[in-house]
């Protein structure tokens, strides 16, 4: 059953506002071999760090956020495309449990690789995706448009309710002030940045929470 296939997940958490339109579900997939220099995310490369989970328990997270108003689930990582059948799974289930809580919520893909790059099967797995945002992280090509990390990546809206959700947003820049949110559970599993930063970002945040007296061990970003 779709539900039972195995997936390696980073994190997960909603209510997330920093990574697409309104308050959603985010999941981080594990793993990725792409490994762009300035990747925040270094903790999400290895395939055999994070998690073990299902695309059912992910389904769960997903009707949770919904019944608490989620207006979308972002799926980022790590490489989604490289669980491709859980991605595919995840998407083709969280579809269907958003039509049934009134199908507005989106969903959104973020991926490294290019249009044409993945093998057709492989990107196939992004049928269910109402929007993407494709490409590298290319540390040197900083962008002001919202949600993508430099100028190469692209956000395409790929179903009418992507085009509807995302269209007003393609050219549209970040206002002034920070672009992440940052979580402090304190349940030993560490300070979680969520969001795509502006470049020098990061460095600030370091030195603003280290004046406020917390400093950060081994942050993500850093190799
Ligand atoms: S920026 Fe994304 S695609 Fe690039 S190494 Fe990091 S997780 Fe992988």
Known sequence: MAEEIAVRVADGYFPVETLGPGRRL???????ALACPGCMSRHTWDPAGGRAATVGELLELWEAALERGAEGLTVSGG??????????????GAGRLREHAGGTADLLVYTGHEPGEAPGEVWEALAGADAVVTGR?????????????SANQRLVPRTPLGIRRYGPHLA??????????????????????????????????????????LRLTDPSWRP
Do not use: H, K, M, N
């Not at 985010?26 to 990725?32: D, R, V």
């Not at 989604?80 to 799974?89: F, G, H």
């Open 26 to 32: 985010a999941l981080w997939f594990q793993g990725c």
């Open 79 to 92: 490489e989604p495309l490289a669980q491709p059948a859980a991605l595919a799974a995840l998407l083709r």
């Open 137 to 149: 992280f290319r540390v040197a090509e900083p962008t002001d448009l919202v949600w993508r990390g």
């Open 172 to 213: 549209r820049g970040y206002p002034p002030g920070p672009r992440v949110s940052l979580r402090a559970d304190g349940a030993g599993t560490g300070t979680r940045v969520y969001g795509v930063p502006a470049r020098g970002e990061l460095r600030r945040l370091e030195r603003g929470l280290a004046a406020s007296g």
